[in-house]
């Protein structure tokens, strides 16, 4: 079946600083693939996606390629501010009939002054 | 402005007490989802619809249940709420047209069950 791995939380850092946020997943066939945030009391909102192979998603200094070769779309972001502070989730979608959305379980970052 | 609403936000009632969540979406999406967030944030899917007097239960077996009577409406109620009904409920739509496969959530709506 189709599952996606992402990093354990929580993640703590300060203001200015690299961010990575591993995922990798497991799926037949061609995969899209996507990362969300929740900020507090909000819903989810997508934050980038890619489609296919060597896709890079980018929005609002986020950027993750998608890696067929290693299965992974690892979160990257230069330098992070406190207003990044949320939690983040990588999803896919195996693009195969009507198969739904697979989740992982959530990265919490908290981003110090 | 094309969006997805949930309704109400917070709710805090008694058990025993029957309520209904409602989702209502203007993006003329045919599909929508309800999940249910717990604590630890996991998202579990209880119920999803593909179309109108389409519904089909989720990964994660729910008490509750939903109804698709219209397109842009799918409310989940819950017949006797209970403490272990405590969570917070997202309801989320996508598209099954253009390859656009991302779906669309609403703000959620954060159960209390005393």
């Known amino acids: 079946g189709n599952s996606v791995t992402q990093m354990e939380g929580p993640v703590t850092l300060s203001e200015e600083a690299f961010l990575t946020i591993n995922c990798t997943y497991t799926?037949?066939?061609?995969?899209?693939l996507f990362w969300y945030v929740q900020y507090p009391g909000e819903g989810l909102q997508l934050l980038l996606k890619?489609?296919?192979?060597?896709d890079k998603g980018s929005n609002k200094g986020f950027e993750a390629t998608y890696r067929k070769e290693t299965t992974s779309f690892h979160l990257e972001k230069g330098s992070v501010q406190v207003s990044d502070s949320a939690v983040y989730f990588c999803a896919l979608d195996p693009n195969f009939g009507n198969e739904k959305l697979t989740f992982g379980t959530g990265t919490r970052l908290t981003i110090i002054p | 402005e094309a969006d997805i609403y949930q309704t109400p936000r917070y709710l805090v009632i008694g058990t025993g007490k029957k309520i209904t969540l409602e989702c209502s979406q203007t993006?003329?999406?045919?599909?929508m989802y309800w999940y249910q967030q717990d604590p630890g944030m996991e998202l579990h899917l209880i119920h999803y619809s593909y179309g109108v007097n389409s519904t089909e239960k989720g990964d994660l077996s729910s008490e509750s249940t939903v109804s698709r009577i219209r397109t842009e409406h799918f409310p989940l109620t819950l017949e006797s709420a209970r403490p272990s009904h405590t969570s917070q409920y997202l309801c989320?739509?996508?598209?099954?047209?253009?390859?656009?496969?991302?779906?669309?959530f609403g703000p959620g709506t954060r159960l209390t069950v005393l």
């Open positions: 799926a037949t066939g061609y995969p899209s």
């Open positions: 989320a739509s996508s598209s099954s047209e253009g390859g656009r496969t991302e779906q669309f």
């Open positions: 993006m003329g999406h045919d599909k």
């Open positions: 890619a489609t296919k192979a060597d």
